[in-house]
């Protein structure tokens, strides 16, 4: 992850702006400007580390929009060579240490938490997808099913636990839904329409709900088949069908799929799994930050 990247930056920004970091009263009216601390950044729980990098650069924002000398102070930030995103940690393991200026700290611990916390909770919700299917072909794809402004983010999240990106927008791939079918005149119409259409390079992938949508489907042309809602048993039937077609298909299954049952449909031979709970569902992690003062 490009944490420096444009649309990053700003999306952190932003966070320490909501947040009025650089107008933090209480700290500002305890907390003496000189006082320098110590932060460790610890995991209270067994989880997918993700969003370390934040760190540093959360710090280097708020020296931006704070030009007060402390919000300048110098700072460190030490991570153990076997601690970074997408590596499993354990309870009560310390993710990092920061050495700053005690205002900054406390003024930034919120949020560098918060974003923390969501992003681990994603990585280590989409490993315990990844582990449950270890052995088959499937793999687990994410969604668009995510907060509006913070894909880039989540989609990151999904990858350092595993798991693998769908789409990343609506510019990104073509998928046929039903409401296109419906609205663009029925699935021969749409998707003659996309083949004949779409840009070099470009998949046509088809939602389906039936066998009997899956036969008009597969008739028309659709290059790669999404299998919505069906049973297990009805996703490997389709499967079995969709191999019988004289060129590769890619086939991926989606809707209703959770925990204990994401091994059943891994099972059927579908390509791959797309899980939208990974995003919009996932707990955030419990992850503390302790602070103490510096001796001299």
């Not at 649309?7 to 947040?19: F, G, Q, Y």
């Not at 370390?52 to 102070?73: K, M, Y």
Request: proline share 3%; aromatic share 4%.
């Amino acid at each position: 992850m490009d944490w420096k990247n444009s649309h990053i930056d700003a999306l952190l920004e932003r966070a320490l702006i909501e947040d009025q970091a650089a107008g933090d009263v209480t700290t500002d009216l305890t907390i003496d400007p000189g006082l320098l601390a110590t932060a460790s950044i610890v995991a209270r729980q067994e989880m997918v580390v993700c969003g370390l990098g934040a760190v540093p650069h959360f710090l280097e924002i708020f020296s931006r929009i704070d030009r007060r000398p402390e919000a300048q102070t110098r700072f460190e930030v030490v991570s153990h060579p076997e601690i970074f995103d997408g590596v499993k940690a354990r309870e009560g393991q310390v993710l990092a240490v920061i050495r700053h200026n005690a205002r900054t700290l406390l003024s930034c611990e919120r949020v560098i938490l918060n974003l923390m916390q969501h992003l681990s909770g994603i990585a280590t919700l989409t490993r315990q997808f990844v582990d449950a299917i270890q052995g088959t072909q499937a793999h687990i794809l994410d969604t668009r099913k995510t907060v509006p402004g913070l894909r880039a983010l989540e989609k990151y999240a999904v990858l350092c636990g595993g798991g693998t990106n769908h789409r990343l927008d609506l510019a990104s791939g073509i998928l046929i839904k039903n409401n296109h079918i419906s609205l663009g005149g029925g699935l021969p119409a749409v998707l003659t329409r996309a083949l004949e259409q779409r840009q070099k390079g470009q998949r046509v992938q088809v939602e389906v709900r039936s066998a009997q949508e899956l036969e008009e489907a597969l008739e028309y042309g659709a290059e790669a088949i999404l299998l919505d809602n069906m049973t297990p048993k009805e996703v490997k039937h389709a499967v079995e069908r969709i191999k019988r077609v004289e060129r590769w298909i890619p086939t991926e299954a989606s809707g209703g799929i959770v925990l204990s049952n994401v091994r059943a449909y891994a099972e059927t031979g579908v390509d791959f799994i797309s899980v939208g709970a990974l995003t919009h569902s996932a707990i955030a992690a419990d992850i503390s930050m302790r602070i103490s003062a510096e001796t001299a």
